[in-house]
């Protein structure tokens, strides 16, 4: 334990300093919060490859690093920088974060309008209190996980979306996370997403970088669907290869819900997603999508849970990866079926490509039931190309490198060709070409 | 579903169980606790040479240094390992030549078991070694065993007269490092089977043991070791029933089972021991290390199992495929009603080029009882073309028990083809109907779906096996649909 003792204090220290920049807002409730946040994180120990949740992902390397907070960094980035990740500048609603920071200038159309507020979580502490105390901390509790702690205990920024009843929201919201740095920093985004019933939104978020250090994210959002809401949450992880990325999404869904989610990872070297949703009330749906495509070092493991907790609820999900070099990847799915929770309808599948022989792969795609009139699936696959499909391909005139190529990005590519918004589904379709174009 | 339908359910879960009762027989026992001493004295008792001393002390030293394991999807109370007899022996046991020289009081138990120990069981084709209480009694059809080389011995007989045949593969598969319960095993086992099949044999008959707990508070740690050379082949039977108890004993056997170039080993088990009454009382604690070892090429190891006893059953029956082209296999049925708990499945250990695994696991639960499938298929890096197929289906009966899967997949390969599926699914209504209207009682019913559903299954068992199966289940089970 002594060797994670250092980064302990370090980041107490930048707790200290974060406390310093407050002013009046010390006394608020919401810092009793980052407080009891700071003290379990300095209760609880960091999980290593003995803890079964962490079994196939050591991050004793993201622990021996020196992080401080975000706010401390020195570098900035301007609009030339960071406009090249613009999908749609036009039409959607941006908001940036630069190392952690809010950048008023990048962003656009974010302001509030009738029954959707959308802004910076730094102003919606300030405007709208009641709300964000309402919110924060319901669904993402700090007890059961260190690195949740730890960025609660950093809440300062993130983005706020309040979609009020009745409402859609027909503009998509992008959200980037923009890190510009060399030095080791950690940004601890905190995203509250709350969509009242029979609301809908799209909201995409992206993570990109600027420079190749060894920073670190540790995102926390805490989304919830009222009665009848949809939300497509599209999640576009491609941080620097240098970087780690800890995310942590916790959905919780009322009546006949609709949650729909897309989870995308390219960059990064050591990633961790969890995804965990659950359904408090019948009716509801969610669809879990996601792809990783690693190579290099890269590890990148997703962990969801799905809790079907009441009855009539259905849930589909799908993960696929191709992985080269020598990255790995993990893929943990768990879906509880709890005792009432009768005509459940779930569905999980699994499916990795490898495509060289260092690759490794891990899943475990995980069953718990208690109910009996239920129809729950699950099925993991790991293997090569179809034969048959490449040698059709051949027979067409294809050569080796071309059909391999078109049949792994058609595998990929299944995960995301049902986006709705079409600037990101053609975004995210030539990201993946190439990074294939580039891996094979 | 109306009452008089429910009524009848009902009383068929009440079943009691039918096979506890106790022989009453002279035992002579250790007494109880474990320590040293007690080790010296089970190895002098079977009268072992100095090395297999040696080992037991290893293992015991060992197991000192090991906790409890506490991983495992199930509950219960510790075992105290302070509480327990390690060694009993029916106490009259002068070499017999006959069967007529065989307590008669013990042929009746074997008779209510139906072991086919007399002569008319001869035509089954069924050689028997009945192990009662540790020591084995009697053996039957050794000499036409014998002459074709194979050894087909108690275990403890083995140690004395194939001293360099066990020195060499005792521990070769599950070391006494390997875990908990094979630490105390290695320590502490006083017998169990033996079967060596020399190069380019066919065994011409199924081999089968008894293994049975009777002495009240003796903890059973059998140890099984087959070997079977080139090109042998051996099917080989194990089915357990035990007396009803009231106190939890402990099973905590280990099996070994080794497969040189081109042989073949078919395990195939039933366990329907006690599994405590309806509240939960009592039980079998059954704690099993099997693993078997495919280190030829072309070799094939197939496990089958048919659980439907013990309160807690804990076992992973495992294949390392070391040799090229070599084939692991698990089959399993596993049945768990009332407060019983399972957390079973396989591990397939992929090492060698072009090796294949099967596995078709098939869970149900009833009562509220919890019944886990967990599994590994685990692909090494140099293992090209490896193959593996898994299946492992649950079915819930009634709304109060669980079905749990936690499968691991570790692939490391990319010529790796790995496949994973699970289902979890009831008894429809719809299914049910359909067969009352076709003039069958709802009993028979479930029973048959039930079949259906595990056929995949009890076709992988001998015959007389596959009999015994369906009626297992159907005293295990069928009763708790409602």
Same mark, same amino acid.
């Given at each position: 334990?002594?060797?994670?003792?250092?980064?302990?204090?370090?980041?107490?220290?930048?707790?200290? #300093?974060?406390?310093?920049?407050?002013?009046?807002?010390?006394?608020?409730?919401?810092?009793?919060?980052?407080?009891?946040?700071?003290?379990?994180?300095?209760?609880?120990?960091?999980?290593?490859?003995?803890?079964?949740?962490?079994?196939?992902?050591?991050?004793?390397?993201?622990?021996?690093?020196?992080?401080?907070?975000?706010?401390?960094?020195?570098?900035?980035?301007?609009?030339?920088?960071?406009?090249?990740?613009?999908?749609?500048?036009?039409?959607?609603?941006?908001?940036?974060?630069?190392?952690?920071?809010?950048?008023?200038?990048?962003?656009?159309?974010?302001?509030?309008?009738?029954?959707?507020?959308?802004?910076?979580?730094?102003?919606?502490?300030?405007?709208?209190?009641?709300?964000?105390?309402?919110?924060?901390?319901?669904?993402?509790?700090?007890?059961?996980?260190?690195?949740?702690?730890? #960025? #609660?205990?950093?809440?300062?920024?993130?983005?706020?979306?309040?979609?009020?009843?009745?409402?859609?929201?027909?503009?998509?919201?992008?959200?980037?996370?923009?890190?510009? #740095?060399?030095?080791?920093?950690?940004?601890?985004?905190?995203?509250?997403?709350?969509?009242?019933?029979?609301?809908?939104?799209?909201?995409?978020?992206?993570?990109?970088?600027?420079?190749?250090?060894?920073?670190?994210?540790?995102?926390?959002?805490?989304?919830?669907?009222?009665?009848?809401?949809?939300?497509?949450?599209?999640?576009?992880?491609?941080?620097?290869?240098?970087?780690?990325?800890?995310?942590?999404?916790?959905?919780?869904?009322?009546?006949?819900?609709?949650?729909?989610?897309?989870?995308?990872?390219?960059?990064?070297?050591?990633?961790?997603?969890?995804?965990?949703?659950?359904?408090?009330?019948?009716?509801?749906?969610?669809?879990?999508?996601?792809?990783?495509?690693?190579?290099?070092?890269?590890?990148?493991?997703?962990?969801?849970?799905?809790?079907?907790?009441?009855?009539?609820?259905?849930?589909?999900?799908?993960?696929?990866?191709?992985?080269?070099?020598?990255?790995?990847?993990?893929?943990?799915?768990?879906?509880?079926?709890?005792?009432?929770?009768?005509?459940?309808?779930?569905?999980?599948?699994?499916?990795?490509?490898?495509?060289?022989?260092?690759?490794?792969?891990?899943?475990?795609?995980?069953?718990?039931?208690?109910?009996?009139?239920?129809?729950?699936?699950?099925?993991?696959?790991?293997?090569?190309?179809?034969?048959?499909?490449?040698?059709?391909?051949?027979?067409?005139?294809?050569?080796?490198?071309?059909?391999?190529?078109?049949?792994?990005?058609?595998?990929?590519?299944?995960?995301?060709?049902?986006?709705?918004?079409?600037?990101?589904?053609?975004?995210?379709?030539?990201?993946?070409?190439?990074?294939?174009?580039?891996?094979? | 579903?109306?009452?008089?339908?429910?009524?009848?359910?009902?009383?068929?879960?009440?079943?009691?169980?039918?096979?506890? !009762?106790?022989?009453?027989?002279?035992?002579?026992?250790?007494?109880?606790?474990?320590?040293?001493?007690?080790?010296?004295?089970?190895?002098?008792?079977?009268?072992?040479?100095?090395?297999?001393?040696?080992?037991?002390?290893?293992?015991?030293?060992?197991?000192?240094?090991?906790?409890?394991?506490?991983?495992?999807?199930?509950?219960?109370?510790?075992?105290? !390992?302070?509480?327990?007899?390690?060694?009993?022996?029916?106490?009259?046991?002068?070499?017999?030549?006959?069967?007529?020289?065989?307590?008669?009081?013990?042929?009746?138990?074997?008779?209510?078991?139906?072991?086919?120990?007399?002569?008319?069981?001869? !035509?089954?084709?069924?050689?028997?070694?009945?192990? $009662?209480?540790?020591?084995?009694?009697?053996?039957?059809?050794?000499?036409?065993?014998?002459?074709?080389?194979?050894?087909?011995?108690?275990?403890?007989?083995?140690?004395?007269?194939?001293?360099?045949?066990?020195?060499?593969?005792?521990?070769?598969?599950?070391?006494?490092?390997?875990?908990?319960?094979?630490?105390?095993?290695?320590?502490?086992?006083?017998?169990?089977?033996?079967?060596?099949?020399?190069?380019?044999?066919?065994?011409?008959?199924?081999?089968?043991?008894? $293994?049975?707990?009777?002495?009240?508070?003796?903890?059973?740690?059998?140890?099984?070791?087959?070997?079977?050379?080139?090109?042998?082949?051996?099917?080989?039977?194990?089915?357990?029933?035990?007396?009803?108890?009231?106190?939890?004993?402990?099973?905590?056997?280990?099996?070994?089972?080794?497969?040189?170039?081109?042989?073949?080993?078919?395990?195939?088990?039933?366990?329907?021991?006690?599994?405590?009454?309806?509240?939960?009382?009592?039980?079998?604690?059954?704690?099993?290390?099997?693993?078997?070892?495919?280190?030829?090429?072309?070799?094939?190891?197939?496990?089958?199992?048919?659980?439907?006893?013990?309160?807690?059953?804990?076992?992973?029956?495992?294949?390392?495929?070391?040799?090229?082209?070599?084939?692991?296999?698990?089959?399993?049925?596993?049945?768990?009603?009332?407060?019983?708990?399972?957390?079973?499945?396989?591990?397939?250990?992929?090492?060698?080029?072009?090796?294949?695994?099967?596995?078709?696991?098939?869970?149900?639960?009833?009562?509220?009882?919890?019944?886990?499938?967990?599994?590994?298929?685990?692909?090494?890096?140099?293992?090209?073309?490896?193959?593996?197929?898994?299946?492992?289906?649950?079915?819930?009966?009634?709304?109060?028990?669980?079905?749990?899967?936690?499968?691991?997949?570790?692939?490391?390969?990319?010529?790796?083809?790995?496949?994973?599926?699970?289902?979890?699914?009831?008894?429809?209504?719809?299914?049910?109907?359909?067969?009352?209207?076709?003039?069958?009682?709802?009993?028979?019913?479930?029973?048959?779906?039930?079949?259906?559903?595990?056929?995949?299954?009890?076709?992988?068992?001998?015959?007389?096996?596959?009999?015994?199966?369906?009626?297992?289940?159907?005293?295990?089970?069928?009763?708790?649909?409602?």
């Amino acid at each position: 334990m002594d060797k994670n003792k250092d980064i302990k204090e370090l980041l107490n220290r930048g707790f200290t #300093s974060l406390e310093s920049r407050l002013n009046g807002g010390a006394k608020t409730e919401l810092h009793e919060y980052r407080k009891k946040a700071l003290n379990k994180f300095n209760e609880l120990r960091f999980p290593t490859v003995k803890d079964e949740e962490w079994k196939y992902t050591n991050i004793q390397p993201v622990i021996s690093k020196y992080f401080k907070p975000a706010a401390d960094a020195t570098a900035t980035a301007g609009a030339g920088d960071v406009e090249k990740f613009f999908i749609n500048r036009n039409d959607f609603i941006h908001l940036v974060f630069v190392n952690g920071k809010f950048s008023e200038e990048l962003s656009s159309g974010w302001k509030d309008t009738k029954g959707f507020k959308v802004s910076s979580l730094k102003s919606a502490i300030k405007n709208h209190p009641d709300i964000v105390s309402k919110y924060i901390g319901r669904n993402a509790a700090i007890e059961d996980n260190i690195f949740t702690a730890l #960025s #609660s205990a950093f809440i300062e920024e993130g983005t706020f979306i309040y979609v009020e009843k009745n409402t859609a929201v027909e503009k998509p919201v992008h959200i980037f996370y923009v890190t510009n #740095s060399n030095e080791e920093i950690m940004n601890a985004p905190r995203n509250l997403f709350i969509a009242g019933a029979n609301s809908q939104i799209k909201i995409i978020e992206s993570y990109e970088s600027l420079s190749a250090g060894a920073y670190f994210t540790n995102v926390v959002s805490e989304i919830f669907l009222e009665e009848g809401a949809r939300i497509e949450h599209i999640k576009i992880q491609d941080e620097a290869l240098s970087a780690f990325h800890i995310s942590r999404t916790e959905v919780s869904q009322d009546k006949s819900s609709n949650y729909l989610s897309y989870n995308v990872d390219f960059g990064g070297s050591i990633v961790r997603n969890n995804l965990h949703t659950r359904f408090n009330e019948s009716g509801a749906e969610n669809d879990l999508r996601g792809l990783y495509l690693t190579s290099g070092e890269q590890l990148i493991d997703n962990h969801t849970r799905i809790d079907h907790a009441m009855p009539h609820c259905q849930s589909h999900e799908l993960y696929k990866g191709v992985l080269n070099d020598n990255s790995r990847a993990v893929f943990n799915g768990k879906v509880m079926v709890y005792k009432d929770a009768q005509k459940t309808n779930a569905i999980q599948e699994n499916k990795n490509l490898l495509l060289s022989e260092n690759a490794l792969v891990n899943t475990k795609p995980q069953l718990e039931i208690f109910a009996d009139d239920v129809k729950c699936t699950h099925g993991a696959t790991v293997g090569q190309l179809n034969k048959d499909s490449l040698f059709y391909l051949k027979s067409r005139g294809f050569s080796q490198e071309t059909a391999l190529r078109v049949l792994i990005f058609a595998f990929a590519n299944d995960v995301v060709h049902a986006i709705d918004i079409v600037e990101i589904r053609d975004y995210l379709e030539k990201k993946i070409a190439e990074k294939l174009a580039t891996e094979l | 579903m109306s009452t008089t339908e429910t009524n009848e359910i009902e009383k068929l879960a009440n079943q009691e169980y039918k096979y506890g !009762f106790v022989t009453d027989i002279e035992t002579d026992s250790a007494p109880k606790g474990l320590n040293e001493d007690i080790i010296a004295l089970i190895s002098k008792k079977k009268n072992e040479p100095e090395w297999m001393l040696e080992y037991r002390l290893k293992a015991y030293r060992h197991w000192l240094k090991m906790e409890e394991p506490e991983w495992p999807n199930v509950t219960y109370v510790k075992p105290d !390992f302070q509480d327990i007899i390690y060694y009993s022996a029916p106490k009259q046991r002068p070499k017999l030549n006959s069967l007529d020289e065989v307590d008669p009081e013990l042929i009746k138990t074997f008779e209510k078991l139906g072991i086919p120990l007399d002569e008319q069981k001869v !035509f089954a084709g069924v050689a028997v070694d009945a192990v $009662f209480d540790s020591v084995s009694v009697a053996t039957t059809y050794k000499a036409k065993l014998k002459e074709m080389g194979i050894i087909f011995c108690p275990m403890s007989e083995a140690i004395q007269e194939h001293p360099e045949l066990v020195k060499k593969y005792l521990g070769s598969v599950v070391p006494y490092t390997d875990n908990f319960y094979a630490a105390l095993n290695s320590a502490v086992f006083t017998d169990g089977s033996f079967a060596f099949i020399p190069k380019g044999v066919r065994c011409p008959m199924e081999l089968s043991t008894y $293994f049975r707990i009777n002495a009240s508070n003796t903890g059973q740690f059998e140890r099984t070791l087959i070997v079977a050379e080139d090109s042998a082949y051996v099917s080989y039977l194990e089915g357990c029933t035990a007396p009803m108890r009231d106190e939890n004993q402990l099973h905590a056997a280990v099996v070994e089972l080794v497969t040189l170039d081109n042989a073949e080993i078919k395990y195939s088990t039933i366990q329907n021991w006690y599994a405590g009454d309806k509240t939960g009382k009592g039980g079998i604690y059954n704690f099993v290390t099997k693993r078997g070892l495919c280190k030829g090429v072309n070799s094939k190891i197939s496990w089958t199992q048919v659980e439907t006893g013990s309160a807690i059953t804990w076992k992973y029956p495992s294949c390392v495929l070391q040799g090229d082209n070599s084939i692991g296999e698990f089959y399993s049925v596993a049945v768990t009603n009332n407060m019983q708990q399972a957390d079973t499945g396989t591990k397939m250990i992929h090492i060698g080029h072009n090796t294949r695994s099967t596995i078709v696991s098939k869970g149900i639960s009833a009562g509220v009882s919890n019944n886990t499938y967990r599994g590994l298929v685990r692909v090494g890096k140099k293992a090209n073309n490896a193959r593996n197929y898994s299946q492992c289906d649950s079915l819930l009966i009634g709304d109060k028990c669980g079905a749990h899967t936690f499968p691991y997949l570790e692939v490391n390969n990319p010529t790796a083809i790995i496949e994973h599926e699970a289902t979890t699914s009831k008894i429809g209504e719809d299914q049910i109907f359909y067969l009352n209207q076709r003039g069958l009682s709802t009993e028979d019913a479930v029973n048959m779906i039930v079949n259906g559903y595990c056929k995949e299954v009890f076709r992988e068992l001998p015959m007389e096996f596959a009999v015994e199966a369906q009626k297992l289940l159907s005293v295990s089970l069928e009763g708790s649909v409602g």
